[in-house]
């Protein structure tokens, strides 16, 4: 069960067309509910704990919480989102949630379209939730080069998402927004710098398959003929995406970077055949991860010098 709700930013759209509390579609209510189980004598008897309920379908939603939980539901974040905006130039991009409706998002457009490593790139304010324990409140940025739809998420502060707090005033819990925004617009500048760097070290299709064999191996040989054909399979991909996937041309770091978003928004887990599954690994899942960790090896210099020493010692135990 999910929802979501995104507008193509390539099409200009008039005002009914733009994502609003009236088409979003993650307002609905919800509510919490006691937990009862069944003796051995045939009872319902009231547990501990308390489940989320979408009081739409009467389906749970995320883990089951304790006494003390407070729920805060997506119309309160949904609201809070808009008062904590109040005077910003902005645009709403996307909302929906994933996971049974456990974790829900919405995307924000703060900075204009720019480009990195000589690609149109456009850039959004993700504040995502979570119920159940599942995630607190929290905002990071989101980049998606035009031409290929690669996405990658980064982190807005000390390497980890950035924490929002719920202030309450007279009126109504309201984001405070305006710290992350400026997180945001500051790590927009960092991303295009640091692609326009990758942009200026030539790379060949051999150097790309020494790292994203390192990468992928973590310098171990798999011992199985399924596990060699796992990775030999995706290194291929991914070298075949830096060579000639859409907008890279095989010629630098940065189509390295790009081969391997690439994989993972679009390849590594579904594919084409299940492509709900591979959008929730790409922007929530092991896919959004594994592109965090590739763009930290990329930015140090000793981390790629590892990686690429244990690429050339996997590709050589399999004679490639």
């Not at 995307?107 to 000589?118: M, T």
């Not at 984001?175 to 400026?182: F, W």
């Not at 040989?221 to 054909?229: A, V």
């Given at each position: 069960a999910?929802e979501i709700v ?7 759209v ?5 994502i609003?509390s ?12 006691d937990?009862h189980?069944v ?11 308390r ?7 009467n ?6 919480v304790?006494a003390?939980?407070?729920l ?25 949630t ?8 919405v ?12 690609r149109q790139t456009?850039s959004v304010?993700n ?7 599942n ?10 080069v035009?031409?290929?739809?690669n996405?990658?998420?980064a982190?807005m502060a ?7 707090s ?8 309201v ?8 997180a ?7 991303f ?8 200026s070290?030539?790379?060949d299709?051999e150097?790309a398959?020494k790292?994203?064999?390192g ?5 171990e ?9 796992r ?6 991909d991914?070298?075949t995406?830096?060579?000639?996937g859409?907008g ?5 770091m ?12 679009h390849?590594?887990?579904?594919g084409?055949?299940?492509?709900w599954?591979?959008f ?6 092991s896919?959004n991860?594994?592109?965090s ?5 990329l930015m ?5 010098a590892e990686t690429?020493?244990?690429g ?7 004679g490639?």
């Open positions: 999910y995104s507008r193509d930013w390539s099409s200009d008039c005002s009914s067309d733009l609003n009236g088409n979003c579609r993650i307002l609905y209510p919800m509510s919490i509910r937990l189980f003796d051995d004598k045939g009872n319902s008897v009231k547990g501990n704990g489940q989320i309920v979408s009081d739409d379908d389906l749970p939603v995320g883990r089951a304790g003390d939980y407070k805060i539901d997506n119309k309160s974040i949904w609201d809070s989102v808009q008062a904590g905006l109040a005077g910003t130039k902005h645009e709403v991009v996307s909302c929906g994933v996971n049974d409706r456990s974790l829900g998002f995307s924000i457009k703060i900075v204009d379209d720019f480009k990195a490593a000589n456009k304010m504040v995502l939730w979570g119920h159940g324990g995630k607190a409140v929290i905002a990071r940025s989101g980049f998606t035009v031409v290929c739809q996405t990658y998420n982190a000390e390497d980890s998402d950035f924490k929002l719920i202030r309450h005033t007279a009126k109504a819990d984001l405070d927004l305006s710290k992350a925004i400026d945001h617009i500051g790590v927009v500048a960092e295009k710098a640091a692609m326009d760097s990758l942009d070290v030539d790379a299709a150097k398959r790292i994203y064999t990468f992928l191996s973590g310098g040989t798999p011992d199985t003929k399924t596990g060699i054909s990775l030999t399979n995706s290194v291929d991914m070298v995406l830096f060579r000639v859409l890279n041309a095989g010629r630098t940065a189509d390295v970077f790009n081969g391997a978003t690439d994989y993972y928004s390849e590594s887990s579904g084409r055949s299940n492509a599954k591979q929730v690994s790409s922007e929530f899942g896919g991860t594994r592109k960790e590739f763009f930290d090896v140090s210099p000793a981390s790629l690429v020493k244990r050339e010692k996997v590709m050589m135990e399999l490639v």
